[in-house]
């Protein structure tokens, strides 16, 4: 299978065009410049070669569907009165989803009721949810006690055991078969009433550095945090290292 995509939908005469593609084995591209025509209601396309046929060899380069936030969290008790909050808007509800995994603690999205699942334990926490309207979520551990659900409205459950894992993912599952389909905003994170990690998705990053967050967002308290995270986030389904 080949995926391939653009860097640019459209380009001026005399800019350079790049094709990041994926693949194995050797891929032939012509590069053709198109123009509608429109003949009576319909609307043709006809294909204007430019330059000649070229041949290139593929290299796989990994995926990650859907956006999603992961973050990095070394020597962390998650039972010390934990609490991630964030604002959910879903857009779609046909396949299960992961709104939130900690460590192997997780709140899904199941047939638009939120989910709280840890092991092989799941229980419903909260009625469907709206499409396109936006929801006010919660995740709170304390102890061996776990609530969730939307804000107001927790229910309250018991942990399986200490929580295994250092990392926390927002929209996607840890084999990354669950994206999420929806927006989250106000992405917030306490323990013991310190804030960990507090994101703010109105500026885009470009680099990678430890407390601050790529592509989608940026950390408004870095020095606040109690213990160093390192985070990323990845917009949409091309992974941002691939680079050709």
């Known amino acids: 299978m080949l995926l391939a995509y653009s860097d640019k939908l459209t380009v001026d005469p005399g800019e350079t065009l ?3 593609m994926s693949g194995r084995g050797e891929v032939s591209a012509t590069l053709v410049r198109l123009h509608g025509l429109q003949d009576g209601a319909a609307l043709r396309v006809r294909e204007e070669l430019i330059g000649d046929r070229s041949v290139h060899q ?11 936030v992961e973050i990095e969290v070394a020597g ?3 039972s010390e009165r934990t609490e991630i909050s964030l604002s959910l808007c ?3 509800t046909d396949t299960p989803q992961r709104v939130v995994q900690l460590g192997d603690l997780c709140l899904d999205l199941v047939e638009g009721q939120l989910v709280l699942g840890q092991g092989d334990t799941r229980e419903t926490v909260s009625a469907p949810l709206s499409l396109g309207r936006w929801h006010n979520l919660r995740l709170q551990i304390e102890g061996q006690t776990v609530r969730a659900g939307l804000a107001g409205r927790l229910v309250e459950a018991a942990l399986n055991g200490p929580l ?11 084999d990354r078969l669950l994206p999420l389909n929806g927006r989250v905003a106000e992405v917030r994170c306490t323990v ?6 507090d994101l703010d998705f109105s500026e885009a ?3 990678s550095r430890r407390g601050r967050y790529l592509r989608s967002g940026k950390s408004r308290r870095p020095a606040s945090a109690p213990r160093a995270c390192s985070a990323r986030a ?11």
């Open 164 to 174: 295994a894992g250092a990392r926390v993912l927002i929209g996607q599952s840890e």
């Open 18 to 20: 790049e094709i990041k």
């Open 234 to 244: 990845a917009l949409g389904s091309p992974d941002p290292s691939m680079d050709r």
């Open 90 to 92: 879903p857009t779609k």
């Open 192 to 197: 013991g009433g310190t804030p960990l990690f």
């Open 205 to 207: 990053m470009g680099g």
């Open 76 to 78: 962390q008790d998650w």
């Open 58 to 68: 593929a290299r796989h380069q990994g995926l990650c569907p859907g956006s999603y």
